[in-house]
């Protein structure tokens, strides 16, 4: 897939490193590697529709290749309501700290049609050493702990802190309060959703402009049941683990030991090069690039890769 890039003010220049082309001058935020929205349903990109990168349909966007093919891409899957892919699939790079903020889950967007679910799930590809994650209440911590601190950085203080170790793993369900920390690169599996409450952004450290708060929502949004997150800590050389089996899509991590394994299923999948390189299917992908493989394609048992490799294979339920 041919990403989509989002200017961030927390944006960096990492994902040059990744593959990734870059406007000169800009600070770049997420890379948006499998992405298929509605241009309504977004504000950060002029065009939420990552494209095919090469070969036959290159150019196209996942919505018009479902129309076109059906089952023969999602397999037993089911597009969104639009019609279009059920996944976003990112590479987010942090130079700062993003914004303190929460997604809805489905009971708070049943009562408000407009916004869209997003449950999201992060993989650390890279992290300077000291960085970290905010992610949930500390212990105590209460709503309304969180409304008298709202849009202060008073708010910091009420949030659990985790080390950010390349190769862990953390399922973030919809309703929990959350950061990404400066210096940490993470890829990101998410329900196709751009709707994000902010409390606080840190604007008294970076000097940032002024964004919105979204105090009420993020307040109705917040599911103080949440107090823990799922995480996992990385196996060794040519190990293989299931990092999230969510309502939505399933997680595994492959490590590579000259080759990857790779479960032979009649179903769409994702693959997200994280480190070294591979052959999939006659094509050659580095680190960086994400792979669709649709439902009709069987791909061999075992993929050639450098002794490097890692890869992210995320398949749709």
Known sequence: MSPVLAEKPWG??????????????VWIGESWDV????????????????????GQFEGRALCELIAEFGEDLLGCASPTPEGDFPLLVKLLDAREHLSVQVHPDRKYVKKHPTARLKT???????????????????????????????????????LRTIPAMPGDFHHLPA??????????????VQTPSDTTFRLYDWEDRYGRPNRPMHGAEALE????????????????PGSRRLLARELYWMTEHRSSGGSVEIV????????????G??????????????????????????????ADTVILEVGLV
């Open 277 to 306: 390189a591979a052959r999939i299917d006659r094509l050659e992908v580095a680190a960086g690039a994400t792979v669709v493989v649709p439902a009709c394609v069987v791909l061999d048992a075992a993929i050639e890769a450098t």
């Open 264 to 275: 032979r299923r009649p179903e769409v999948r994702v693959i997200v090069m994280v480190a």
């Open 120 to 158: 999201e799930s992060w993989y650390v590809v890279a992290a300077d050493p000291g960085a970290h994650l905010y992610l949930g209440l500390r212990d105590g911590a209460t709503v309304a702990d969180v409304a008298s601190r709202m849009g202060t950085a008073g708010i910091v203080g009420l």
């Open 35 to 54: 992405a298929d929205l509605p241009a309504d349903a977004v504000s950060a990109v002029a065009d939420p529709r990552s494209r095919v990168a090469s």
């Open 12 to 25: 960096g220049r990492r994902l040059a490193e990744y593959g990734k082309v870059l406007p000169d001058g």
């Open 221 to 236: 949004a917040i599911r103080p049941d949440l107090d823990s997150v799922m995480s996992s800590r990385p196996e060794g």
């Open 175 to 188: 309703g929990l309060v959350h950061a990404l920390g400066a210096g940490v690169m993470v890829a990101e």
